[in-house]
């Protein structure tokens, strides 16, 4: 086996992915906390374990994310952008062209050329509205996991509206919602909606198809209210949480 190790040090997770021959043979993911490097030592040991390893194994690291400067015995540290590039094109089979990735704290939108470059980006990181902690945020709030987001977004109601670009003022339309008795199929659209023309606003025009990576993209909500807003179909990368640690294993030489 010739092993070797993405990490992806992110705002609100760590994700670790093994690799071999270019192919995902095991995934891991730890909240982020303080001391990042024994949280992420801790993922790999865990992982070599359920793989079969021995303990203290050492296979190439690469590390990137908010965090990948926390683990200091890396092999390669790799920005994140190109790391999340390398991860969708593969994952995409080199069709993407376009895509959106939904982060902790940050929206970005991805360009690729023909041969999985990044060509151009975006990114949106000065409010948490729109992102992952955005949907942690509002899960709290309703009292609801974000894995049920799907299913009751689909829910009938009148339709509301959450209009708010800030996280906080965001919220207090929740709160507001709630207190008048909104059901929560009704708020969880809006949220979806909400997020969905952030996105558009940085994407713009859209030619062709759209991929979405990152954690909230195994939202099916968000997915269908992308596809409402840009009027294209968006298509989910497998492991869309683990594309950006993927892209970093990837780039470790043979």
């Not at 359920?50 to 203290?56: D, V, W």
């Not at 994140?80 to 993407?96: I, V």
């Not at 023309?197 to 993209?217: F, H, I, M, V």
């Not at 807003?229 to 640690?245: C, G, R, S």
């Amino acid at each position: 086996m010739n092993l070797k190790v993405g990490l992806d040090l992110g705002s609100s997770a760590i994700k670790a992915v093994f690799v071999d021959s270019g192919e995902m043979v095991w995934t891991g993911v730890a909240v982020t906390a303080p001391r990042q490097e024994s949280i992420a030592l801790a993922l790999m040991e865990s992982g070599f374990r359920e793989i079969g390893l021995p303990a203290g194994a050492k296979p190439a690291v690469a590390s990137t994310g908010y965090g990948k400067n926390l683990y200091l015995t890396a092999d390669l540290l790799l920005d994140e952008l190109t790391a999340n590039a390398t991860g969708l094109f593969r994952l995409s089979q080199g069709q993407a062209r376009a895509a959106v990735n939904i982060g902790g704290q940050d929206i970005k939108v991805l360009k690729l050329s023909p041969d999985g470059k990044l060509a151009d980006f975006k990114m949106n990181d000065k409010c948490a509205a729109g992102t992952g902690r955005f949907f942690e945020l509002a899960a709290r709030l309703l009292d609801t996991p974000l894995e049920q987001f799907h299913e009751l977004a689909r829910q009938p109601g009148p339709e509301v509206e959450i209009n708010s670009t800030c996280a906080v003022f965001a919220e207090s339309e929740i709160v507001s919602l709630l207190s008048k008795g909104t059901a929560l199929g009704p708020i969880i659209r809006a949220l979806h909606a909400s997020v969905a023309k952030r996105a558009a606003g940085l994407l713009g025009r859209a030619e062709g198809p759209l991929w979405l990576d990152g954690g909230p993209a195994m939202n099916g909500g968000l997915v269908e209210a992308l596809e409402d807003e840009l009027m294209t179909e968006v298509k989910v990368v497998p492991k869309p949480q683990f594309t950006v640690a993927y892209g970093a294993a990837l780039a470790l030489a043979d």
